[in-house]
C-alpha cells in the first residue's frame, strides 16, 4: 500500500472560524426564534450540532509527526508535517502501536495525556530518528560458543501507510526482526580469531570475528535488518553492537585460554630474541678471538646464557676463580 500525503489539508484555521461563525449564527438564531419565530429553533439546534461534529475534523500536528486517517474503515491518506488542518470530521486516525513503547524510544510517554483518571494515547505517529536498545542475548557462534551480544538500531519510520496497514504493530515487529537478524549474523562468526572460518561467504577462511571486524558485523546486521523491515515501511540508520562477552559459563574458561596463549606468545617471542642474543654473542667471541671455546665449552656457554635470558627471575651467577679446564 503506497502512502497518499494530505499535506494540502492545511486549512484548520479557516474551517475553525467558520465554525465559530456557525456557533455565534446559531445561538442568534436560536434567540430570535425563541422570540419571534418558534421555527428557527430547529434550525439553531442543527446548526450547532453541524458545527460540533465539524470540530473533529481539527487536526493539529507538531514537527516530525504523522496521522493515518481511514474513513469507514479505507484508508484515505496521511498528514504529515506540523500544521491546523482540516479533514473529514468522520475519519479516525489509525495507529495499532500506539501502546506500544520500546526500550529508548519514549515516544508513548511523550503522547500520552490524562483524560478522567485515564491514560489516552495519541494515534500520531512519531517521524523522529529513535532508537532501540534490544536486551542482551545469548547465541552460539560459528564455533559452538555461547555468546553475550546486544544492539543499538536507530530508526525512522518512512512510510505511514506500511507501517499501519502491512504489519500488526511495526514497533513489535522491528524489535522481532531486529532478535532474528542478529542471530543470523552472530553464528556465522567466531567470537575471537579461529582458522578455517569462512565469515563473508566467498568459500575462503579469513579473519573475521565478533571482537575484531566489529565495524563488518554491526553494517551486515544492519543490512540484514532492513531487508526485513522494508515492508513495514522503516528506515534503519545505523545497528551497532553495545555489548559483546562470552557467557558466564564459559567465560572463565575462555579467559584462561586467552592468558594462556599470551602467555606462549611471550614466551616464544623471549625465545626468539634469546637464540638471537646467543648466536651474536658467539659470532663475536669467534671474530675477535676473546676466547678459544670447543663444542663442549659452546654448547655450555649456550644453555647457561639461555637460562639466564630466558627464566622468570634474575640469575644467580657462581663465578670460577680457577681454571676454565
Not at 545469548?138 to 507501517?163: F, H, Q, R, S
Not at 562470552?246 to 616464544?268: G, N
Not at 630466558?310 to 644467580?316: E, I, M, S, V, Y
Amino acid at each position: 500500500m503506497d502512502e497518499i500525503n494530505l499535506n494540502k489539508q492545511k486549512n484548520g484555521m479557516m474551517m475553525l472560524l467558520v465554525i465559530i461563525a456557525m456557533c455565534v449564527f446559531s445561538v442568534i438564531t436560536f434567540i430570535r426564534g425563541a422570540a419571534y419565530n418558534p421555527l428557527l429553533i430547529p434550525l439553531a439546534i442543527l446548526i450547532f450540532t453541524a458545527a460540533m461534529i465539524m470540530i473533529a475534523g481539527l487536526k493539529v500536528l507538531k514537527p516530525q509527526e504523522a496521522l493515518v486517517l481511514t474513513l469507514f474503515g479505507k484508508y484515505i491518506g496521511t498528514l504529515k508535517g506540523e500544521g491546523f488542518y482540516f479533514v473529514n470530521p468522520f475519519c479516525s486516525a489509525v495507529n495499532p502501536a500506539a501502546g506500544t513503547e520500546l526500550s529508548q524510544s519514549n515516544d508513548v510517554k511523550a503522547h500520552a495525556f490524562l483524560k478522567e483518571g485515564t491514560v489516552q494515547l495519541s494515534k500520531k505517529i512519531s517521524l523522529k530518528v529513535m532508537t532501540l536498545n534490544n536486551a542482551k542475548q545469548k547465541i552460539n557462534d560459528v564455533l559452538g560458543n555461547p555468546v553475550e551480544i546486544g544492539i543499538a538500531v536507530t530508526w525512522e519510520v518512512v512510510d505511514t501507510a506500511k507501517a499501519v496497514f502491512n504489519v500488526d504493530n511495526y514497533k513489535e515487529f522491528l524489535s522481532l526482526m531486529c532478535d532474528t537478524a542478529l542471530r543470523d549474523i552472530v553464528r556465522i562468526y567466531p567470537y575471537d580469531i579461529a582458522p578455517n572460518v569462512d565469515t563473508t561467504g566467498d568459500g575462503l577462511a579469513d579473519d573475521g570475528s565478533l571482537r575484531g571486524s566489529s565495524n563488518l558485523v554491526a553494517e551486515r546486521i544492519k543490512e540484514e535488518i532492513q531487508s526485513r523491515v522494508d515492508q513495514a515501511g522503516i528506515h534503519i540508520i545505523d545497528a551497532r553492537i553495545t555489548y559483546l562477552a562470552y557467557a558466564p559459563e564459559i567465560a572463565a574458561v575462555m579467559l584462561q585460554r586467552q592468558q594462556a596463549s599470551a602467555i606462549i606468545d611471550a614466551r616464544k617471542m623471549i625465545v626468539d630474541g634469546a637464540v638471537g642474543m646467543v648466536e651474536m654473542a658467539l659470532d663475536r667471541l669467534k671474530e675477535n678471538n676473546t676466547v678459544e671455546l670447543d663444542e663442549e665449552r659452546k654448547a655450555a656457554m649456550v644453555s647457561n646464557l639461555l637460562v639466564v635470558l630466558c627464566g622468570n627471575h634474575d640469575a644467580q651467577p657462581v663465578v670460577n676463580s680457577g681454571s676454565l679446564y
